[in-house]
């Protein structure tokens, strides 16, 4: 990230009291701002990346993408073991059985309203500052990158996926682009989709190739494969990955180097730590790093059907990413790792699937697929694999490489949409009322337009 001074700390305290939303606010929208508040205290362009730098801050905040997201999301799935877990918000997850006084919910939507505040800040108030055309487009183009991105994370934990009705006319989420913070209704999930997409397709356009730890032309293109496969949109989503791939600016790491603290050949974006300096130091993802570690009273553990294919085979990966029920990829020596949430690996997976479900150039999906399990400690896959033997060996390997970054959930949802109605996930038909989150107290207080998600449970 852009050196952190000072002043960003001192920035970042007046930001968090100006525009955090507060308990009794709605998701996305802060106490009243006053333009003028705001506006006295922006006094140069620099003070505009000040508030982006505090943005991606929020975004690696441990009630979000540094570790809740990934931890609630797998905790509704099929692949964690609550057994030990003492946290009750965790269990409500585990059970299917959040509610409105959820304060897992409350703090995710908080601080993922706040990163789109302040960006949503950074992009009102930019045409007051004399910019090059090289930062105003950063600017634009990373705001809309993590609009977009925080956007997506909470609407596939609080909505039912695309897909679910022909039309996508089901309930989405309201979509905030401006500060004009007045209650809005919720979008359908095809409108909602559409926000996301019209975002990352304008970062696209906007963001360098290059941009330091900062998200860049690919981190865009990665996340709409993500959004597209999420949508079984396999034309759009092999496209994109290809844009990430084929530029040949990442390469496949090690196991264990995908998460390390030094960063990774294959992450094209990263949750960043900074360290050296006490006054600075902050453990981007270190609340998933902890979740999971086996030294805690009450880890998160592995279901044990989950590991028994990999343990069997004796595979490198069985062995970096696995110990009995306990997933060991985030633990170092460091005591904490970066985080991507977009790397080569998943792009890989994704395109090797999508060439299959569209009847591409199989050779290359093979070739893919092949790539992860020589890194995995298994033989490559067979040279006479047809599409639908690719398509079951590449989710396959979704499930093992993504364990614990919060993908298995949204892919059996995907499935279900795709092929398989009746799908059960633990025990519970996959669409069932407590397969979504519940919007929290304050945000349905906040939003009197906003209509709470349906209650239930999965019984």
């Excluded at 309203?113 to 004399?130: A, C, K, L, S, Y």
């Excluded at 990352?200 to 730890?213: D, F, H, T, Y």
């Excluded at 900074?274 to 998160?300: H, Q, S």
């Excluded at 996930?425 to 209509?451: H, S, V």
């Amino acid at each position: 990230m852009r050196p952190i001074r000072i002043f960003t700390i001192l920035f970042s305290m007046l930001l968090f009291a100006l525009l955090l939303p507060s308990c009794g606010d709605e998701f996305l929208e802060p106490e009243n701002i006053q333009t003028e508040q705001v506006d006295n205290f922006l006094k140069t362009k620099e003070d505009l990346f000040e508030i982006l730098n505090s943005a991606y801050r929020g975004l690696a905040e441990g009630n979000f993408m540094g570790g809740t997201v990934q931890i609630t999301t797998d905790l509704m799935a099929d692949d964690a073991d609550a057994s030990l877990i003492a946290n009750a918000d965790w269990l409500k997850h585990y059970n299917r059985r959040t509610d409105i006084f959820t304060s897992t919910t409350r703090n995710m939507m908080q601080t993922g309203g706040t990163v789109t505040n302040r960006v949503n800040q950074v992009m009102t108030f930019m045409d007051q500052f004399e910019l090059t055309d090289a930062e105003r487009n950063r600017l634009e183009g990373e705001s809309r990158f993590l609009r977009a991105l925080g956007h997506f994370e909470l609407l596939r934990l609080f909505t039912l996926p695309f897909g679910y009705t022909p039309d996508n006319s089901h309930a989405g989420m309201s979509y905030y682009t401006t500060i004009d913070w007045g209650a809005q209704p919720r979008l359908t999930v095809r409108e909602s989709y559409d926000s996301i997409l019209n975002d990352l397709n304008r970062a696209v356009e906007l963001l360098p190739e290059e941009n330091g730890n900062y998200a860049n032309r690919f981190a865009a293109h990665g996340y709409l494969a993500k959004v597209y496969f999420q949508m079984n949109d396999f034309e759009n989503a092999l496209f994109h990955a290809d844009q990430v791939i084929g530029s040949g600016r990442y390469q496949l790491d090690t196991l264990k180097g995908r998460f390390s603290l030094s960063g990774s050949p294959e992450a094209v974006f990263s949750l960043i730590n900074t360290t050296g300096d006490p006054a600075f130091d902050f453990n981007a993802a270190g609340e998933l790093y902890n979740a999971w570690n086996p030294v805690n009273t009450n880890p998160l553990l592995l279901d044990d059907g989950f590991f028994v294919e990999e343990s069997a085979s004796d595979t490198t990966r069985g062995r970096l990413f696995y110990s009995g029920n306990n997933l060991i990829k985030f633990q170092n020596e460091a005591n904490r790792i970066q985080l991507p949430l977009v790397h080569l690996t998943e792009l890989l997976l994704i395109r090797a699937e999508c060439l299959a479900e569209t009847g591409g150039d199989l050779q290359q999906a093979r070739d893919d697929i092949s790539e992860i399990l020589l890194r995995s400690g298994q033989p490559p896959i067979a040279q006479a694999s047809g599409a639908e033997e690719i398509i079951r060996i590449a989710r396959r390997e979704r499930r093992y490489e993504l364990a614990g970054e919060g993908n298995r959930f949204h892919e059996l949802k995907r499935i279900a949409v795709l092929e398989d109605p009746d799908l059960i996930i633990r025990g519970a038909l996959w669409d069932c009322p407590g397969m979504i989150c519940q919007f929290p107290d304050n945000e349905l207080a906040g939003n009197p337009d906003l209509d709470p998600n349906p209650e239930g449970g999965c019984d």
